[in-house]
């Protein structure tokens, strides 16, 4: 398999077991629709070897960690259930430990597919593979997603409280007694392997550490309202904790500059799958693609009157799990270049209610005729993020705009 890629199911029970020349620690999350456990009774690893259709085996050293998914007694609220690993060394990465993944039938050992994460370098932990439910069909993909701050990381991505022990102390040593040689048999202590453990839901969270984001980066959510992002920033669309899986419109809108001629833009949207590779464009010659999921409001070819000159919306709910990432773009179909543009930007709004989540104003424009304004990035977590871009390209249709936009993501 390669990353992105899936396969359907022919048996109920399957067991997936990731292997590397080094002894890793693999586990397993049951995640409902928004892409979360529902309890830390969700999350199967070694210190909690079994869920509700979902056991954790260890390979003790000799043979690889597996989890084993039974999809006939996975509840009906679970979408899908993520399997991770991650090296049993404390900050070990995979660089230069390849891990395969190989899936098998549970009861009769038949290999189903195999799957090895290409180009890993300092991620410490792995979503390898994902077993989850379509239109009542269980299938496989292979994911192969990184994280830099080990199994804690992942866990606490898809909402399970976590917590790293503290290192034990070093224990005192007697000193030897006078005259007798020191020892040099003795072996080092073991390096202690990290250990993850469920926090006890009745005592109080830990209060997070405080950080600023450095100017012009950095990750913030909705919870405080309307944000106006800077160029490279990046917002969360979550708010009160939960994913904002509901339609949201893209409005995209300029001004002639300096009281020029008519300008003709045209916003577009350009869907892409895991591995940057293009799934389809929406803009003003194709109102509508992935089944209705994505729709445009229509060309406007001046730029004149007040608010969104273009909407396009999206069904963050309905979209295949394909696509992974959507760059939104505004190219000049006339040839004329951003500076005669003025208030170029774009902005995103709550569908339903027409609240407005998240603005990004271009602050400075590029004699070229096209810029990627923002891309929305699906998360392993199911959540989405929008990063402001403002990058200037050279291209006067969607069809330029596909090849800049990929090495953007």
């Not at 830390?40 to 056991?55: A, H």
């Not at 804690?152 to 040593?173: H, K, L, N």
């Not at 309202?225 to 419109?249: D, E, F, H, I, Y």
């Not at 940057?276 to 070819?301: E, M, P, Q, T, W």
Request: proline letters at 9%; one cysteine or more; hydrophobic letters at 40%.
């Amino acid at each position: 398999m390669t990353p992105g890629s899936n396969i359907p199911l022919s048996t109920a029970r399957i067991t997936v077991d990731v292997a590397a020349p080094v002894r890793l620690d693999v586990s397993g999350l049951l995640l409902t629709a928004d892409g979360k456990v529902r309890s830390d009774d969700d999350f199967i690893f070694y210190n909690q070897s079994s869920g509700p259709g979902v056991t954790y085996r260890s390979g003790g050293g000799a043979a690889p960690d597996a989890i084993t998914v039974d999809t006939a007694a996975v509840p009906a609220g679970i979408e899908k259930i993520v399997v991770t690993a991650s090296p049993d060394a404390a900050g070990q990465t995979f660089q230069g430990i390849e891990p395969t993944a190989t899936l098998r039938d549970a009861d009769g050992g038949a290999v189903l597919a195999t799957f090895t994460p290409p180009r890993l370098g300092t991620e410490t932990a792995l979503v390898v593979m994902e077993i989850y439910r379509r239109a009542g069909q269980w299938k496989a993909r292979a994911v192969g997603q990184g994280y830099a701050d080990g199994l804690a990381g992942i866990a606490t991505d898809f909402g399970v409280s976590v917590e790293e022990p503290a290192a034990a102390p070093p224990q005192p040593v007697a000193p030897p007694h006078p005259g007798t040689p020191p020892r040099t048999d003795v072996p080092p202590p073991p390096a202690m392997a990290p250990q993850v453990t469920l926090r006890d839901p009745a005592a109080p969270p830990a209060p997070p550490a405080p950080a600023a984001p450095a100017p012009g980066t950095g990750k913030i959510n909705l919870d405080k309202g309307r944000v106006s992002l800077r160029k490279n920033q990046t917002v969360s669309l979550v708010k009160g904790g939960r994913p904002l899986l509901a339609q949201v419109k893209m409005g995209l809108g300029w001004e002639p500059a300096f009281r020029g001629a008519d300008i003709d833009l045209d916003a577009s949207v350009i869907a892409y799958g895991p591995q940057r590779d293009h799934v389809d464009s929406c803009y003003f010659g194709k109102l509508s693609i992935l089944n209705g999921a994505v729709k445009h409001s229509g060309d406007n070819l001046t730029g004149e009157g007040a608010g969104d000159d273009e909407v396009i919306v999206v069904d963050l709910g309905r979209l295949p799990q394909e696509v992974t990432g959507l760059v939104f773009t505004v190219n000049s179909f006339s040839g004329q270049k951003f500076t005669e543009v003025a208030k170029a930007y774009c902005r995103l709004l709550d569908a339903a209610s027409g609240e407005e989540l998240v603005r990004f104003d271009l602050t400075n424009a590029e004699a070229q005729t096209g810029v990627l304004m923002a891309k929305l990035i699906r998360q392993y977590s199911g959540e989405w993020e929008m990063t402001a871009m403002g990058d200037f390209v050279k291209a006067r249709t969607v069809r330029n705009m596909v090849k800049p936009a990929a090495q953007a993501l």
